[in-house]
């Protein structure tokens, strides 16, 4: 009985696997059993990698799924609640306003970065893509730097150099202003120090597109007589095409999942007031507490605001592909 | 030929554009590698120099802020622990990662697509959304509080990438040299083994890199998944220090420091390696 | 014969010092790098009274000290003894069977104060022993004070003066922090005690006025009158940089809890300070103090640690812990029969202006409107911050903790 489903339910999904289960004469079967082979090859390549993944990973996506439809705290019973959570969520003025507060800063911290990487960057990339320029390697290193250090020692060390007394920031311009606490001025720093750490990254993503664009092209145009500026216009712009909007999207996802720099410089509550959250610090709140609030809103809830967050990013990542996959450049 | 006024102006714009060119360069080179600099500088600072000025180098050099601080810091063991489970981390990945993209890369099979998508949707959502219920799956596993936890985590968490960079990466290898082994009656466990690994060294060295900036640096899954405190990386002991020793900035930025400086050596010693592997993705 | 006795003994030796060597450990966790250093009295107590147990300080990092306190018991890695805070934690943790009820296993419950006990019962049984009572004045720097010709104001009016002549001078007159647990259960009920009146609070409790009555925006009012004579570049500061400010002497004042009068010293050896109460509209003001913590017992620890975790936690039911603590750490303390002679004179000082002065009804931070998600103490943490950062009006803050328990 369980053989017959097995062998039913293999053959469903690997048609050549049938095969080798049932007698059948060698030579006519050649074909099928190296379809087998070759479905066995591929589960053996394949089947660690899978089983990791779903076990880590897939499968606890799905569950956070089914907790944001609890009431859990995180202890002790957790009940059925249906959709609660979401509607909560969002109409709760509370927790609304929260949550439309964090995703605002998200998409300005998204558009900012847009401006820095692929406004700077590109720029960056192109000056640095200067066929004559010396010292390409060491500008490289340099800009690359602040990408490579762990995000937590760099907000840690923007404290140090934020610090309204002992900072270098205000020694210079002989202020003494609190950059990470005054309410005015805690997101743009932030926003500022984020986008300084990962313009870096981009210039070299462009750099390295720029230049691997076929000298073919560039010496036609020579040969048309275009200068620097017509060459960046009419050629390195629109073969760069697919690598910004690789790029826009690769910014998304991280302007919408940022944490650790926010976290180290402007810590878990969002301080001052809210001025610095995001939806990843609004999420651990939710989830995890805080010191006067042990148990946040709960683990249901918790769920329910990475469930939010995760649609939202995904959605919006899919149209981006299609997106991408339609614009195709062509000489 | 030739009026002097118009060479000269003409030599001018050029070497005026071209200064300008190097002064927008450096001027952004250094804001990068300011803060950084600084900190290495002020680490060195005693507590009252750091008070006094932030911009004068430190009349004495305190290397006992750093002896200090690996001492207090207990940073030998987090050291350790790093870098057990990074290692082990690229380690597993590259090989599991390396094998499922050669399955998806040069095998037809149905839900071959589904399979990469499926994969795929990784790279798009943040792990930290997931981390309630892997939470609640490690401890029944039994691996919460420990090192290998972290790893599987890690692994699992980075497999989209590298199997996403490596299948594309498969793409522009040439089929041919599979094919003559395949003539050859090579297995396919032979043609991953010795013929294909070494192609893909670019790209496993890509995802290498990145994938040991990744772990290395990160501090939210130690932070949600270790509790004792011998099991702490680097960035979570990094944390627990900084909240020691909170208003002793020589002590902090000495720690920092120290957890930054293996990254640093790396990078300074590799970094044609580490800005070829991050951008090969994006060639090819 | 000879021999036989010989071997005899020589295996009762070798037993005896096994099982003397062999110490049962027990972990404890607390909150603060600083509390494990100053606890290193009550560590050896503890050792000196039960050689065979070894108890292990383990501090978290209090910010962070719910979260990871809730992980490791849910991942059944948690510590033997830990403090807990006041109600809903323990309730709680004590409704998921992390956590042992008390009464049974420590006799000194009983002569423990019942509202004491409230704040970690769950359904009528203790589920921690008291830690220790916190109490919130006023700390200045009293040759500070001598130095700049003013004394301690004994009315709302002259506190504000007070604060004006040292701006005047050129001396910072407050240290403040922006974070939002110190402005919860430090910065608001340090102005709330001498605003409130015990009458308005029983109706609070009660139910028949609520937080947006004019009295509670009028602390948010007093607090906005404070602001100018924060330290300049406060909003950045950090709780130990504020703390470290006061005792470094660039400070006059700073708002804190009792428990830093000895860590002052461990910043600064030579640092001077004394304390007053807040004084209110009319005259003398009031001080808040309440139950900060509790020890908590695991409930699922093997028989040979829970023994020795029972045995810590009657040690630490005791006056000599509650000596030690008095004494090293400044806490004012609940251990019956704790002679409080022995603290510091400031910790006695402190606990007389408790007992003459003190303020018990709970509106805010372990209070009644405590208990559930969404907690008033967040709340009020945000408001009061919200209000120092002139981001809201003491009138939209008000608003907000209302809106906030109407949502429980």
Not at chain 1, 291 to 316: D, H, K, R, T, W
Not at chain 3, 167 to 181: F, H, K, S, Y
Request: proline letters at 5%; aromatic letters at 14%.
């Amino acid at each position: 009985m369980a053989g017959e489903w097995c062998v039913a339910s293999l053959t469903r999904f690997f048609p050549g696997a049938a095969a080798t289960m049932t007698d059948r004469p060698a030579i006519g079967r050649w074909a099928d059993r190296v379809l087998s082979r070759k479905m066995r090859i591929v589960l053996v390549f394949l089947l660690p990698a899978l089983a990791i993944y779903t076990v880590f990973i897939a499968y606890p996506y799905i569950t956070s799924i089914i907790y944001s439809f609890t009431d859990w705290i995180g202890v002790g019973e957790r009940n059925f609640i249906g959709f609660d959570n979401y509607v909560r969520l969002f109409t709760e003025p509370r927790m609304s306003g929260r949550w439309w507060n964090a995703f605002k800063h998200n998409a300005i911290l998204f558009g900012v970065s847009m401006l820095f990487t692929v406004g700077l960057g590109l720029t960056f990339a192109l000056l640095l893509s200067n066929r004559k320029l010396k010292g390409r390697g060491f500008f490289k290193v340099a800009y690359f730097m602040p990408y490579i250090l762990p995000p937590l020692t760099a907000g840690f060390v923007w404290r140090y150099i934020l610090h309204p007394r002992i900072g270098v920031v205000n020694e210079i311009f002989r202020t003494a202003i609190p950059w990470r606490g005054k309410l005015d001025t805690a997101f743009p720093t932030v926003v500022i120090v984020w986008c300084l750490r990962v313009t870096g990254l981009y210039i070299l993503f462009f750099l390295a597109s720029i230049l691997s664009i076929s000298n073919e092209y560039r010496d036609a145009a020579r040969v048309d007589g275009c200068n620097r500026l017509k060459e960046i216009w009419y050629i390195d712009l629109p073969l760069l095409r697919p690598t910004i909007l690789m790029i826009t999207l690769l910014n998304f996802i991280n302007a919408f999942g940022a944490f650790d720099m926010f976290y180290a410089l402007t810590g878990i509550d969002g301080a001052p007031f809210g001025r610095t959250d995001v939806l990843t610090t609004f999420f651990y709140r939710t989830a995890f507490g805080t010191v006067n609030q042990p148990f946040g809103e709960g683990l249901g809830m918790g769920s329910a605001v990475a469930c939010s967050i995760a649609v939202f990013v995904i959605a919006v990542s899919l149209v981006f592909l299609r997106l991408i996959h339609r614009t195709p450049v062509e000489y | 030929m030739g009026h002097p006024n118009s060479l000269r102006s003409i030599l001018l714009k050029r070497i005026g554009s071209r200064a300008l060119l190097y002064v927008i360069l450096i001027a952004y080179a250094v804001l990068t590698i300011f803060p950084f600099l600084m900190s290495l500088i002020s680490s060195f600072k005693s507590f009252d120099e750091l008070y006094a000025s932030a911009l004068r180098l430190p009349s004495v050099w305190q290397w006992e802020n750093y002896a200090m601080a690996w001492e207090a810091g207990e940073f030998a063991q987090y050291f350790q622990n790093s870098v057990f489970v990074t290692v082990i981390s690229i380690v597993g990945l590259l090989v599991l990662g390396s094998m499922a993209a050669y399955a998806l890369s040069r095998y037809e099979f149905r839900g071959r697509r589904i399979i990469q998508t499926y994969f795929l949707a990784g790279l798009v959502l943040p792990f930290r959304l997931a981390v309630i219920p892997v939470f609640i799956l490690l401890r029944d596993l039994g691996l919460l509080d420990s090192l290998w936890g972290l790893i599987l985590i890690y692994i699992a968490a980075d497999l989209p990438f590298a199997i996403f960079i490596l299948t594309n990466y498969f793409r522009t290898l040439p089929i041919e040299v599979e094919e003559a082994a395949v003539m050859d009656g090579a297995g396919p466990f032979r043609i991953y083994a010795q013929i294909l690994v070494p192609m893909l060294r670019p790209a496993l060295a890509t995802v290498g890199v990145v994938v040991f900036i990744w772990v290395w640096n990160d501090t939210f899954v130690p932070l949600v998944f270790i509790q004792s405190s011998e099991k702490f990386t680097l960035m979570l002991g990094l944390t627990n220090f900084f909240g020691r020793y909170l208003r002793q900035w020589h002590y902090i930025l000495a720690g920092s420091m120290i957890t930054l400086m293996p990254v640093v050596i790396c990078y300074l010693f590799a970094s044609r390696q580490f800005i070829e592997g991050l951008t090969t993705g994006v060639r090819k | 014969m000879r021999k036989t006795l010989v071997c005899l003994m020589g295996l009762m030796m070798i037993v005896g010092l096994v099982s003397f060597a062999q110490t049962t450990e027990v972990e404890v966790w607390v909150w603060g790098q600083l509390t494990v250093d100053l606890m290193a009295g009550l560590e050896s107590a503890f050792e000196a009274a039960y050689p065979s147990y070894d108890a292990v300080f383990v501090p978290k990092a209090a910010a962070e000290y719910n979260t990871i306190l809730t992980t490791a018991l849910q991942g059944g890695v948690g510590p033997d003894v830990f403090f807990v805070r006041t109600n809903p934690m323990p309730a709680e943790f004590a409704a998921a069977g992390f956590i042992q009820p008390v009464d049974e296993i420590v006799p000194l419950v009983a002569a423990y104060d019942d509202s004491q006990l409230a704040a970690l019962s769950y359904e009528g049984r203790p589920y921690g022993i008291p830690y220790a009572t916190v109490a919130f004045p006023i700390y200045y720097n009293p040759e500070i004070f001598a130095a700049n010709g003013v004394s301690i104001p004994q009315t709302w009016a002259e506190f504000l003066a007070v604060c004006q002549t040292l701006a005047d001078n050129g001396v910072t007159p407050i240290a403040m922090t922006n974070t939002n647990w110190v402005m919860s259960e430090i910065v608001h009920p340090i102005v709330a005690a001498s605003f409130l009146s015990d009458a308005w609070l029983e109706d609070l409790v009660a139910g028949n006025v609520d937080y947006t009555a004019p009295e509670f925006v009028r602390t948010y009012e007093a607090l906005e009158e404070m602001r100018p004579y924060f330290a300049e570049g406060w909003e950045a500061l950090s709780y130990q940089d504020m703390r470290v400010m006061f005792a470094n002497g660039e400070a006059a004042m700073v708002l804190d809890g009792n428990w830093s009068a000895p860590s002052f010293l461990t910043m600064n050896e030579d640092a001077v300070y004394d304390f007053f109460i807040l004084p209110g509209p009319d005259g003398p003001g009031r001080m808040y103090w309440r139950l900060d913590a509790g020890w908590g017992i695991n409930a699922d620890l093997d028989p040979e640690v829970d023994e020795a975790a029972v045995a810590f936690l009657n040690f630490l039911a005791g006056p000599t812990a509650g000596e030690i603590l008095g004494r090293d750490l400044g806490l004012l303390t609940v251990q019956p029969g704790t002679r409080l002679f022995l603290a510091a004179d400031i910790t006695t000082r402190m606990n007389e202006a408790r007992d003459a002065y003190g303020v018990s009804i709970q509106y805010g931070v372990g209070g009644p409107f405590d208990w559930n998600a969404p907690t008033v103490s967040s709340s009020i943490g945000e408001t009061t911050a919200g209000v120092l950062l002139d981001a809201i009006t003491p009138a939209e803050a008000a608003a907000m903790v209302q809106e906030t328990v109407d949502q429980q």
